[in-house]
């Protein structure tokens, strides 16, 4: 783990700066603290020094973290891995944010399983924008009518797009991501968020339009796999 998470997360934050400088970009960026797998103490010290949101891509990672963590009242879970239809109550009851929409059928599953206590679920369309048959994700072509189904249902609120780019893509996949972005502001203003680029990508995401970003190495070091 490293060191000194508050240090890493300035480093971080300075670097985001610097590529919004560079390239002029106007909007809001949310930097997303990748801790699956990393113990709660790192997100307490990440939390200490002012990071919020946290992306978690096992169910049961993010019940058990949301569930030890409660006390930090500030903090906002993203839950960002494939869903499996079996787990949507537990996303339902404890996240924040989705960004691994891909079908219907899990869309009115986390709409029906959303507590109704809780503010609306907060969710991303996935777009396998590589076309790869090891990714999920809807296609591009299916976005529109997936954004379309899942704006009606109760208890969500459709904020946007979600990808995961073949490595080494580059900026022309993440130029076709902004491009339906934008495409789909036009039916559905509110959609706003284009969540994309991790630890090898993030600054051509950024300069393409990414509103979120998903780092974990940069903030809590190498992944530890065995405190899954």
């Not at 990440?46 to 946290?54: E, F, H, I, N, P």
């Not at 973290?65 to 891995?81: D, M, S």
């Not at 079996?86 to 996303?91: A, Q, S």
Request: net charge neutral.
């Amino acid at each position: 783990m490293t060191d000194n998470i508050a240090e890493a997360l300035q480093r971080t934050q300075q670097a985001i700066q610097q590529i919004q400088r560079q390239y002029s970009l106007p909007h809001r960026v949310r930097l997303i603290a990748v801790s699956k797998t990393k113990p709660a103490e790192a997100i307490v010290r990440a939390y200490q020094a002012g990071q919020r949101a946290y992306g978690e891509n096992y169910v049961q990672e993010l019940v058990n973290k949301a569930t030890e963590l409660q006390a930090l009242t500030e903090l906002e879970w993203h839950f960002i891995g494939p869903i499996q239809s079996n787990k949507t109550r537990d996303i339902a009851r404890y996240a924040h944010w989705v960004h691994s929409v891909d079908r219907l059928k899990v869309a009115e599953r986390l709409s029906a399983q959303r507590p109704a206590d809780l503010p609306p679920l907060q969710v991303l369309l996935q777009i396998n924008i590589s076309a790869e048959d090891s990714k999920a994700g809807v296609s591009p072509h299916d976005m529109p009518a997936l954004a379309q189904a899942v704006a009606k249902l109760p208890g969500l609120e459709l904020k946007g797009l979600m990808a995961i780019p073949e490595p080494g893509s580059g900026k022309v996949t993440f130029a076709r991501m902004a491009e339906l972005s934008a495409l789909l502001q036009q039916q559905h203003p509110q959609a706003t968020e284009l969540s994309m680029g991790m630890s090898d990508d993030w600054p051509d995401a950024l300069a393409c339009g990414a509103t979120m970003i998903r780092l974990g190495t940069a903030i809590f070091g190498a992944r530890d796999y065995h405190n899954r």
